[in-house]
């Protein structure tokens, strides 16, 4: 008998692992397929979750009840919070993961999740069926594996990281995988391709790494990890592991002398590599050849983990050929006598330009199909999370016939990355940044629970305890807030008081004292300060955020023909006819679209709706 | 324009260029209120019933306070004589005295306090008016300056400038429409839009475009530098240094304020639609401009290929004016002279509001040659053809050739003779027509005068505020997102007049100039 889901998640990455803990969370029948079990949750390239704008989306992910930011809570061996010497609005968590405990943690939580099963395959094909309601589109009902099983399944979330159709490349050789040792999936591609996904490539590089022991720490410099570690998850109390240093060196003429004697055997120069790798990460030879007068580049020497042998060496990604790498390591101070274990390689892949996926992450296409992560042009493990938690909510709720979670820019970097995926499609692997959210000043680290605690408990992912511990927090900061909404301290109103820049935590701890008020957590202290300070700014964004409501309210039903609009310029109607947008503040992002050709479409909409109401 | 329809807004809304009356229009919840900030009238607008007509008249002006300091342009537009006469009387309304309040200046007592002009206030209450909300309408002097400090005022008692096609999308918004009628308003705001837009080309081809666009670069890569300082504090690179931001944000500042005060009021004149006289060689263009017009600006003469540069001139076509222009015919031609005019021309096809192809009835096919292909080649060409020598030919024939040229489905044919000046009439109003309209299926729409040079005022008054309170956010140390956000802003408001700048640019330019990534 053909084994029956209500959802198959494909992948064990950050997506794929994120996807399945939702979806089996939310009480849906869910089958992980991953190539290899001890694989799932696995780091492929620097052990390393959070960042700048990155480490906003894993308190995200947390709040909505997500697993990363426990993981790497469980598993960070170095934690520290990025630009300190700016305001709290960009403050962000950063932590190294130990290499072998973070997919340890990922899946002892997996495996204890009602509701999961974890099959171990190769998946060579989308299994679909004509869509009844929708004559021309089909719907999924299950996938083939490689061994000639079959899975069924009203939904499938699709999450195949650098795996389909994955080519290495380390010098003018190439094998075929998806990670170094690990088969890559080439059938699956053909497959989408059969479905009428359109399918585009994608590049992305991992720098050597070198044994630990062979190493000259003294030649470089330490950086040392926060000393009191703050966690990314809302439930950590406190990180209590201990904490390691990781060290700073730098390349040098002499290395990049190897390097530039090299180019022509370097793949990404000989017409070797042709899909568009990051702009923000280039391997180092990019770096040489981009930026030739610079003297130096940075290079992170980061432990893969308490009793890892290898060190990552973050800074000089690279798919030259072994003896290059060999001689440009061996060059940089503190790895003249450095021991490569692994050689830096390019990986090249399948994705599927997003145009074709709905803001709900489902395909328009195929119904009941979800993509997240690197299928979707994007990298990092933070962004693929991000889209593996809303693409398994929206697989629940597409069986359920419920509303979807379809998170604003207003709400969430999550929104602001989906909205950039669908509006404006990546031509290169996209990451998020902090400069990409207009509301930068509103969507903070320090207050995603408040953003999307609620959001997610209502569609049943947040449990109890989650639950008790975000409406104290709430509670407290209320009374906080009212407790500092009128009155005076040292002569002038308490509000205006809080913002002073020499007003931290102790100040605030120290004028409460005295008002037999509390007791009060260091986190709810830390919201009134944080929410205070911006208070000004975030009114006035608030105007901005009202605006943009008004336009994302305005939907544009999914059979809107932008071809039949004579008004709009042929390029407009080109743009909207091949993005679709959902609604018209979509529309008015998509680069080429104009003001006037938002108040001509919906000029359109208006008339036909009011057309059918007189029909 | 539809995120903010809860707003007020206000709009000239008579044809461009001098005429008697013109027309501000406030439309919104808050119009009567508004418009009572600038109105002196014996009772409140707010306590007037709807489809009230109310006598009074519209402060301009209350920063007068020596007859020297009356605003230039003011005594410039009215002429030397008007100035030193009591302005008010030689205008045809309102009659003085009726619902005009005590205070009220008078005559050559203006310029010693708030300057005021006499109108009418139409009150329009909800939804009997035009957009279906409450709506005043001021009627007063003709004069595009007086109407842009009517505009003004409205401004600062608390409207937003309307943008092309806000008031006729306000008013099928509250009305309801059939599909029809969607396309046919479609039709409109897009022609509303595409001549504001040809309209801001054509500033931005003019004088004031370099230091703009120099100075929109400036903010660009300011506002990209100290975004980068937020988003990649992890390199080892200080993109701008705090006093380097500064000075840099204070040059700003100042270039832009330069801008404001001496580049605009040059420009403020320049926004009267523009009109293209096109085609072959000797079909009569110039002597056609020197009838419209009525002086003999353009030299004409029998041969082929007089006029060589582009000549513009005013004129009065309907209640409106606009800038009617005379360039080199379209000829093959391999005199270089000639084939730099023809580029000027083929140029100058493509910024006009309106292209009047000239055609020699006389000739088979009007004459036109490749001309028609070159007009279809533009991107929704507005067009009126003026079948001119119609003075040399008979009746019959006469008509046959005006089939003939219709038949090209460009636009209107008008039969003219320049000569005679027989069909100039209708040449005008059909020319106004479509300048001003109305147009579309049976709808009355007015159009909404261009404001052109006023919001990009607007948009450098809002940059320069975000800058100044960027600078002085620049000296705390742990700001750099408040400061990123005030730039931002000002980028925003700049972006009104060159172009939005996205967010991706900025990246781009980070990636371009620095090495970025692990």
């Known amino acids: 008998m053909t084994p029956t889901f209500d959802i198959i998640v494909i992948g064990g990455g950050h997506a794929g692992a994120e996807a399945a803990w939702a979806a089996a969370r939310l009480g849906a029948r869910t089958a992980l397929v991953t190539m290899s079990i001890p694989a799932i949750g696995r780091m492929s390239c620097n052990p390393a979750i959070g960042g700048l704008g990155k480490g906003q989306i894993v308190r995200e992910v947390d709040a909505l009840g997500g697993m990363m930011g426990l993981a790497a809570d469980r598993a960070g061996i170095q934690f520290r919070l990025l630009n300190r010497a700016k305001g709290p609005a960009v403050w962000a968590p950063r932590a190294q993961a130990d290499r072998d405990g973070y997919p340890g943690v990922v899946q002892q939580m997996l495996a204890v999740t009602p ?70 999936a080439d059938a699956l591609s053909v497959s989408l391709r059969a479905l009428g996904l359109e399918l585009g490539r994608l590049k992305t590089g991992t720098p050597p790494r070198v044994h630990r022991d062979t190493v000259d720490y003294d030649a470089c410099e330490v950086q040392e990890p926060d000393p009191v570690p703050v966690p990314f998850s809302y439930l950590t109390d406190g990180i209590f592991q201990p904490q390691v240093n990781c060290w700073v060196t730098y390349t040098n003429p002499v290395a990049h002398e190897h390097i530039r004697a090299n180019l022509h055997r370097a793949p990404l120069y000989t017409g070797q590599i042709r899909s568009v790798g990051p702009r923000y990460c280039p391997s180092i030879e990019d770096k040489i050849v981009r930026f ?63 145009h074709q996926i709905r803001p709900t992450l489902e395909t328009k296409r195929v119904g009941g199909l979800f993509l997240a992560g690197q299928i979707n042009g994007t990298s990092g493990y933070e962004e693929a999370a991000g889209q593996g938690l809303v693409a398994g909510i929206n697989a629940v709720q597409h069986l359920r016939c419920a509303e979807p979670l379809l998170l604003g820019r207003d709400e969430a970097y999550i929104g602001v990355m989906i909205d950039d995926l669908i509006t404006r499609p990546p031509v290169e692997p996209y990451r998020m940044f902090t400069s990409r959210a207009e509301y930068r000043l509103h969507l903070r680290s320090d207050n995603a629970d408040t953003r999307l605690t609620p959001v997610s408990r209502r569609l049943g992912l947040v449990d109890d305890a989650r639950w008790a511990r975000f409406e104290r927090k709430a509670s407290a900061v209320a009374r906080l807030h009212a407790l500092t909404q009128t009155g005076t301290f040292d002569g002038v109103p308490i509000r205006s008081w809080l913002r002073r820049p020499e007003v931290g935590l102790a100040q605030v701890a120290d004028a409460l004292d005295g008002t037999r008020q509390g007791p009060f957590g260091t986190d709810d202290l830390w919201e009134l300060l944080t929410t205070a300070k911006y208070e000004g700014y975030v009114v006035r964004q608030q105007r901005e955020i009202d605006r943009f409501r008004r336009l994302e309210g305005m939907r544009i039903p999914p059979e809107t023909d932008f071809a039949a609009m004579a008004e709009l310029r042929t390029e407009a109607r080109e743009r909207l006819t091949r993005l679709t947008p959902a609604t018209l503040g979509q529309a008015a992002r998509i680069s080429g679209i104009s003001p006037a050709d938002i108040t001509v479409l919906w000029v359109y909409l208006t008339g036909r709706r009011t057309a059918r109401r007189a029909g | 324009m539809l995120d903010r329809l809860d707003e007020t807004i206000v709009a000239v809304s008579s044809a461009p260029g001098r005429g008697a009356l013109g027309i501000v229009r406030v439309s919104g919840s808050q119009a009567l209120s508004i418009a009572d900030r600038v109105a002196k009238v014996g009772t409140p607008l707010a306590s007037q019933r709807g489809w009230t007509r109310v006598a009074g008249e519209v402060r301009v002006s209350d920063e007068v306070s020596t007859p020297d300091a009356t605003p230039l342009p003011f005594r410039e537009e009215l002429g030397e004589g008007q100035a030193n006469a009591a302005l008010p009387l030689t205008l ?102 595409d001549t504001q837009l040809r309209a801001a080309r054509r500033l931005m081809d003019g004088a004031l475009a370099a230091p703009i666009v120099a100075a929109s670069e400036q903010l660009t890569e300011l506002t990209a530098l100290v975004e980068a300082q937020i988003d990649f504090s992890e390199e080892p690179i200080e993109f701008i240094t705090p006093i380097q931001l500064r000075t840099r944000l204070t040059e700003l500042a100042g270039q832009l304020r330069r801008l404001r005060t001496e580049g605009l009021s040059a420009e403020r004149l320049q926004e009267l639609p523009h009109v293209l006289l096109l085609g072959s060689p000797n079909v009569g263009k110039s002597t056609l401009l020197n009838a419209l017009s009525g002086t003999p600006r353009a030299i004409c003469a029998a041969a082929a290929g007089t006029t060589r540069d582009i000549l513009s001139v005013p004129v009065r076509l309907g209640a409106g004016e606009a800038m009617l222009l005379d360039a080199a015919g379209l ?66 024939e006469q008509a046959r050739r005006v089939r003939e040229l219709a038949e090209l489905r460009l636009g209107a044919v008008c039969p003219v003779s320049a000569l005679t000046q027989a069909g100039l009439v209708a040449l005008r109003e059909e020319l106004a027509g479509v300048l001003y309209g109305p147009r579309g299926a049976g709808l009355t729409v007015e159009r909404e005068a261009l404001v052109l040079s006023g919001r990009h005022r607007e948009a450098l008054d809002e940059a320069v505020d975000a800058l100044v309170r960027a600078i002085e956010l620049s000296r705390a140390t742990d700001a750099a997102e408040l400061v990123a956000f005030e730039l931002r802003t000002a980028l925003n408001a700049l972006g009104q007049i060159t172009g939005a700048v996205a967010t991706e640019d900025l990246l781009s330019l980070v990636f371009s100039r620095f090495c970025i990534g692990k």
């Not at chain 2, 005043?136 to 003004?152: F, Y």
């Not at chain 2, 084939?339 to 009047?356: E, G, K, W, Y």
């Open chain 1, 292 to 354: 030739a007068d610079k003297p130096r580049h940075q290079v992170f020497l980061e432990p893969e983990g308490y009793d890892h042998e290898r060190i990552y060496c973050n800074g000089i990604s690279t798919s030259l050929p072994t003896d290059v790498q060999e001689a440009m390591v061996h060059a940089i101070p503190g790895l003249h006598h450095a021991r490569i274990l692994q050689y830096g390689y390019a990986v090249e892949y399948d994705f599927v330009p997003t």
């Open chain 2, 331 to 396: 000829d093959q031609t391999v005199d270089e002279v000639l084939a730099q005019a023809r580029v000027l021309t083929l140029a100058a096809a493509a910024r006009v509001d309106l292209i009047c192809l000239v055609a020699d009835a006389g000739a088979p096919g009007g004459a036109l040659g490749d001309v028609v292909e070159h007009v279809r080649a533009l991107e929704s060409p507005r067009v009126v053809i003026a079948a001119n020598k119609c003075d040399l030919l008979g009746p019959a």
């Open chain 2, 92 to 193: 045809p309304f309102p009659p003085r005295g009726r619902g005009v309040s005590s205070d009220a200046p008078r005559g050559r007592e203006v310029p010693s306090g708030a300057l005021s002009v006499p109108a009418w206030f139409y009150v329009f209450r909800r939804p009997h008016s035009y957009t279906r909300d409450d709506l005043v309408e001021v009627h007063t002097l003709g004069s595009p300056v007086v109407l842009e400090m009517v505009r003004q005022r409205l401004l600062t008692a608390g409207a937003v400038a309307a943008e092309p096609g806000e008031f006729t999308a306000r008013a099928f918004l509250a009305g309801g429409m059939d599909l029809t009628q969607a396309e046919a308003v479609a039709g409109i705001i897009r022609a509303q839009t």
């Open chain 1, 115 to 184: 509701n999961l099963v974890v099959v171990e395959g190769i998946i060579d094909a989308i299994l679909t069926t004509p869509a009844a309601d929708h004559p021309g589109k089909t719907r999924v009902t299950g996938v083939a594996l490689q061994d000639g099983r079959t899975l069924r399944a009203e939904a499938v979330v699709l999450t195949t990281g650098t795996f389909l159709r994955g080519l290495l490349h380390t010098g003018p050789a190439t094998t075929v995988g998806g990670r170094i040792g690990e088969p890559s």
